[in-house]
């Protein structure tokens, strides 16, 4: 277990895996550019792929291998991938198509299904610890259905575009299928009750959650009472206890109201999906 701060935000986390490969320069990253900007689950979400991506290029390395960056995308139209039925579809042949290539390559893998910006085009990628021929791509196309269509295959850059791409394109929660995941048994591989974070604006929501009206009350709702709680404590008008009161100074000028996922709908101030057993001690 290890523990590290993101402190202009006031997050604490505990890694409860037992190997940590995130970098100090990786973590000095995430702070420069995602925290404070995300929501803490999405902050949470991209350090378990991180996490992944690392220990894939770990074992790799000792291996002997050449860690690898793949693209999976459609046959379909960007409009056809509009519809949520031909979403789901697609969503399912990536999955199939994974597995039948983890099967034939004996592969581990970190993926990450994405939206592109035009047209909202569902793709996936993923990160492998092995170089993959593309005639295992192929014919792990064929064994899925065939309803993948061009694939690529390259070397895994630095520090990795898998997380990155979590930080501009999630939030897309709520659609009925996973955004992230890993495939294999590796050191290090881990999930996201692995990473614990917790934060002032965490506590909030709790002493919100708690504070309850009546068990109708719904997340939006919650959450405006936490915000409430918050911007008392950040002004000094609330104590929290010595355990975030030490993040107030560093905090000075945060505004939770600008922090959400990358996509929240229409709406993209409030991060309306929260879910306080995520910070759960």
Known sequence: MKEFEFKSAGISVV???????????????????????????????????????????????????????????????TEALATETNRRVFVWAMSQYRRKLVKLTGACLEWVNEFGRKGGRLHGHFAADRWIDLDFMEEAK???????????????????????????????????????????????????RDFLLDSPMAECRRLAWASRSSAAEGYGE?????????????????????????????????DCRKVGDAWEGEDQSLDVGFNVEDFEQ
Do not use: H
């Open 15 to 77: 890694f409860r895996g037992d190997d940590l490969f995130l970098s100090a320069a990786l973590l000095a990253e995430f702070e420069d550019r995602y925290v404070g900007r995300v929501s803490e689950r999405t902050l949470q979400a991209m350090l378990v792929v991180a996490q992944n991506v690392e220990a894939i290029r770990y074992r790799a390395g000792e291996m002997g291998e050449l860690a690898t960056f793949g693209t999976i995308t459609s046959w379909a139209s």
């Open 142 to 192: 064929i064994l899925s259905g065939a309803l993948v269509g061009r694939c690529n295959i390259e070397a895994l850059g630095a520090p990795g575009y898998l997380w990155r791409e979590l930080g501009k394109g999630v939030g897309r929660r709520g659609l009925g299928f996973r955004l992230m995941g890993a495939l294999g048994d590796f050191r290090g591989r881990c999930g996201m």
């Open 222 to 254: 919650t959450w405006e009472k936490a915000r409430e709680l918050f911007e008392w404590w950040l002004a000094g008008k609330m104590w929290l206890g010595e355990q975030y009161d030490r993040y107030r100074e560093t905090m000075v000028g945060f």
